[in-house]
């Protein structure tokens, strides 16, 4: 294996022009053009031929290559910090023939999270959503999705496509002397080939909108922000030009985008945000033209209210997470380079302690996002007093 050429791609994008980050852009989209353009017929990941896997799990496809399972971690149980339980649902990894197929291991995904129902209460808030609730919106999940592949829009939307799950720029590397030209992408290890929806709220970093501080209004944040916002156009008009296969996927209902996106994360996010896409989908049910009758029934007024305050309680602990993710520059996973890895560690220190002014560490560490920094409660006049002040708003927020 060789090393990547040239530099990473958010080491030069700081001092790159307007023009140079457009171009640079227009060239990201040339290398998903050439990516959408091979045409896949089965769900799953790419393997060399040569691969030491069940024979019955390869799908040949070219001289050399075949389709296997799915490499994805979801998939598999190496997550230390989110093991599997197969007692509901067994491996589901393909390769898979068809979208129905496909759907389904969605559903076991959502299952193989749940731990079993004897097993010892886990420290989640009770937002989170109890297992039996789990299992019960994945059922429901499993027959909404039944019908949702009926649909035409969907059915565009669900071409295999084979696609860099993480284009980001530390991703990619560029050349030292002309930023608009790539040398490299790395990090393909997860890449695999999914229905085209599966990137539907997909949006890389250097096309993301940036936002602007509270009451912050400078000139440097309003061009930075001008910046993105032309960059974004110009990665959206690139892929709705060139990659109709991702526009397809793009131009999918939110709702139906989002269901299939959070049906295999219900116990990680919260069994709320699958409640209120099922909710959702519901109510709209007909209007969106698909298959009658809904699976899922719409919730009683008792029922309804019960979820709203449990909805605004999750809501709650994912606008912390934002700010926890903004405060640290990181990854929604906690991920951070290594060699910002000790100073991250002492950065993520402040905001905990922050939040130790305002709640119980026992109910913080429910709703802390990653995990608790080894520190102490600090005097109060060392806690910023602006971020201070908004994360007492958000407190009172979280109580109303």
């Given at each position: ?100 197929a496909y759907c389904a291991a969605l559903i076991d995904v959502g299952m193989s999270r749940l731990p079993p129902a004897n ?228 950065d993520h220190k402040k905001p905990y302690e922050e939040f130790l002014q305002m709640m119980e560490e026992e109910e913080l ?36």
């Amino acid at each position: 294996m060789d090393h990547a050429e040239g530099v990473q791609l958010h080491q030069k994008w700081p001092a790159m022009s307007l023009e140079q980050r457009v171009g640079c852009t227009a060239a990201i989209v040339q290398i998903v053009r050439q990516m959408a353009a091979i045409d896949f017929h089965v769900y799953g990941s790419l393997y060399f031929d040569s691969v030491d896997i069940d024979p019955a799990l390869k799908h040949p496809i070219a001289p050399g290559y075949v389709v296997g399972p799915h490499c994805a971690t979801p998939y598999w149980d190496c997550e230390a910090h989110e093991p599997k339980y197969y007692s509901s649902a067994k491996p589901n990894r393909g390769p898979w023939f068809d979208l129905a197929a496909y759907c389904a291991a969605l559903i076991d995904v959502g299952m193989s999270r749940l731990p079993p129902a004897n097993a010892t209460a886990n420290n989640k808030p009770s937002f989170h959503g109890a297992v039996a609730e789990h299992i019960r919106l994945l059922k429901f999940g499993g027959e909404v999705a039944s019908k949702l592949i009926e649909n035409p829009q969907v059915q565009r939307a669900a071409a295999p496509l084979l696609l860099h799950p993480d284009l980001h720029k530390r991703n990619i590397f560029v050349s030292e002397r002309d930023p608009t030209t790539i040398t490299g992408i790395i990090d393909w290890q997860s890449s695999s080939i999914d229905p085209a929806f599966m990137h539907a709220n997909e949006m890389p970093d250097f096309a993301a909108h940036i936002s602007t501080p509270d009451n912050t209004f400078t000139s440097e944040y309003l061009a930075a922000g001008e910046d993105a916002k032309r960059c974004k156009q110009a990665f959206i008009a690139g892929v709705r030009l060139l990659v109709p296969k991702l526009y397809a996927a793009w131009d999918l209902d939110d709702d139906i985008a989002r269901f299939f996106e959070y049906c295999p994360r219900s116990y990680r996010d919260g069994a709320g945000i699958l409640r209120q896409i099922l909710m959702d989908l519901a109510t709209r049910w007909k209007d969106l033209e698909l298959p009658a009758p809904c699976p899922y029934p719409l919730p009683t007024t008792a029922e309804w209210l019960a979820h709203r305050e449990e909805y605004k309680a999750l809501e709650h602990a994912q606008q912390l997470k934002r700010f926890v993710m903004s405060r640290l520059n990181t990854a929604s996973d906690g991920w951070v380079p290594a060699d910002a890895w000790e100073e991250t560690v002492e950065d993520h220190k402040k905001p905990y302690e922050e939040f130790l002014q305002m709640m119980e560490e026992e109910e913080l560490r429910k709703v802390w996002p990653f995990d608790e920094p080894c520190s102490l409660k600090p005097r109060v006049e060392d806690v910023d007093e602006e971020a201070h002040s908004r994360l007492q708003s958000m407190k009172k927020n979280a109580k109303g």
